[in-house]
């Protein structure tokens, strides 16, 4: 039955007793039984999923992809700053992890880290491979520094490096012959003789169920729900709610560092169409530093992500903040120190969304607070990406250990390539 979908790139429809895939222009549909069968089952079509799914599909394996809303709906692709990777003259990995060890505060899992950092060369290869085009000048990379980080480091796609990289592996998945099940969230899993056995159910409240061999879990974060919970803003997109974490869990899957949940230090605050957009911490990288509202420097405005948004909140607690028109607290960030020729090659997004609302960041400085941004912690997972449940894989947010209490900006869309590769590839040596 699974073979009904080799050679097509499929974005199928599932409900109890058809399947329906949508091709390009062209539309298939065929009887199938009940349950639908994989090698690889991938939760998720984010960064993560969408690497573990074609690494997975490129090493044999019959793959489903089954995601909560459409293929193209997650977070991955609304990052903006860029993707970190030792390519400077004076960096290397080891640097690089030495950089991730220290900004994690000595939290991360060093195993996984140099997994990180050595093999992110390697998986920026591949996403060029894929067709990602990242900014170049002076013949290489245009790097830049980004928090906490000692060298400059950080590649870019301008300042839409996500959606470039989603768009790239969406592609190569929609190449090969896995199946995609858009707007199928996984609402339970259970351990079989033989592998797995998930539930997915439609918003419709249909369900359907796939038998897998192994099943690679990619759902993300949980920091929309949990802003919503807080009454706060948040940079997430509305699926991240973490269901699949307490799904892992209850199968036996064990966590770490799941208060461990990170603000972003420059939400945007104002004006009210940007609140909640996170301002790319590139906006730093290229020469914006934080005030108060006496204009002052308050902090190291490139220090790691937890001290820059401690100190904003500090500020503004010790009532050196300023406000926004509809009473938010604020500080500034003084966006007029970028150069307008680095701003137009890496910050254009920014630039076009502020001009858009009225305020030229080139002009004036924008009004900024943290906003909750993304879960450090997550299930543990081996450095081939399995949890500590034999056949159950976990790569990118949903993932912990990697970046310990505090993620270095740049450093998540590395770790969804790296360990969805990872993941994909041990998930389908496993079901073979
Ligand atoms: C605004 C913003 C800017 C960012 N900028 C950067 C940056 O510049 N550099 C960087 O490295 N990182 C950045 N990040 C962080 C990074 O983008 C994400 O952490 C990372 O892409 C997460 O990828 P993922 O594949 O793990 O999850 P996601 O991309 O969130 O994908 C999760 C997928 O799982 C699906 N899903 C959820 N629940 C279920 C369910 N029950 N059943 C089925 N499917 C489900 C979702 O619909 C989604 O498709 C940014 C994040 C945001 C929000």
Redesign the pocket.
């Known amino acids: 039955m699974t073979n009904l979908c080799a050679g097509w790139a499929t974005f199928g429809v599932l409900n109890k007793h058809r399947l329906s895939f949508a091709l390009a222009e062209s539309r298939y549909s065929a009887e199938v039984p009940d349950d639908l069968q994989a090698d690889v089952l991938v ?7 969408l690497a573990a799914a074609v690494s997975a599909e490129r090493a044999g394996a019959r793959v489903v992809l ?4 459409s293929l193209q ?11 970190q990777a030792a390519f400077g003259e004076d960096d290397s990995p080891e640097q690089h992890a030495e950089d991730v060890w220290r900004s994690s505060h000595e939290t991360a899992d060093r195993s996984l880290v140099e997994v990180l950092t050595s093999e992110a060369p390697g998986a920026i290869a591949w996403l060029e491979e894929l067709g990602v085009e990242f900014t170049r000048e002076n013949g290489g990379y245009r790097l830049a520094r980004c928090g906490g980080a000692t060298r400059r480091r950080l590649l870019q796609v301008g300042d839409r ?2 959606l470039a990289i989603t768009t790239a592996l969406r592609e190569a998945f929609a190449a090969g012959t896995a199946t995609g099940l858009p707007n ?4 339970g899993l259970d351990e079989q003789p033989s592998g797995w056995r998930a539930t997915l159910r439609r918003k419709d409240g249909v369900e359907a169920a796939v038998e897998a061999g192994t099943v690679v879990l ?4 949980r920091c929309y729900r949990e802003a919503k919970e807080r009454g706060e803003l948040s ?3 509305p ?3 973490g ?2 974490t307490d799904i892992a869990r209850a199968a036996g899957a064990e966590a770490r560092d799941l208060d461990a949940l990170q603000y972003h230090p420059n939400g945007g605050s104002w004006p009210a169409n940007l609140q909640g957009y ?1 301002i ?2 590139t906006t730093r990288a290229y020469g914006a530093v934080l005030l108060n509202a006496a204009r002052e420097e308050f902090t190291d405005s490139l220090g790691p992500r937890d001290v820059v948004a401690q100190a904003i909140v500090d500020e503004v607690a010790a009532g050196r903040g300023v406000e926004t028109p509809d009473g938010r607290p604020a500080v500034y960030l003084d966006t007029t120190r970028i150069p307008e020729a680095d701003a137009l090659v890496s910050l254009p997004y920014m630039l076009r969304r502020y001009r858009a609302a009225g305020i030229d960041p080139l002009k004036e400085p924008i009004l900024t607070y943290p906003v909750l ?2 879960q450090n912690g997550g299930l543990v997972i081996s450095e081939r990406g399995e949890t500590t449940v034999p056949g159950l894989y976990a ?4 993932a912990g250990g990697t970046h310990g209490r505090n993620r270095m ?6 770790e ?1 390539v790296v360990f969805g590769r990872r993941a994909g590839a041990a998930a389908a040596e496993v079901a073979a």
Do not use: D, F, R
């Not at 199928?184 to 609402?187: G, R, S």
């Open positions: 939760i998720g079509s984010g960064a993560s999923g089954a995601t909560k809303g709906s997650c977070n991955s692709a609304k990052a903006q700053g860029g993707i490096t996500g199928h969230a996984l609402a990619a759902a993300g974060g940079t997430n997109h699926g991240a709610t269901e699949v996170s790319p911490e941004h993304y790569c990118g947010e949903i900006m740049g450093n998540s869309l590395l969804c």
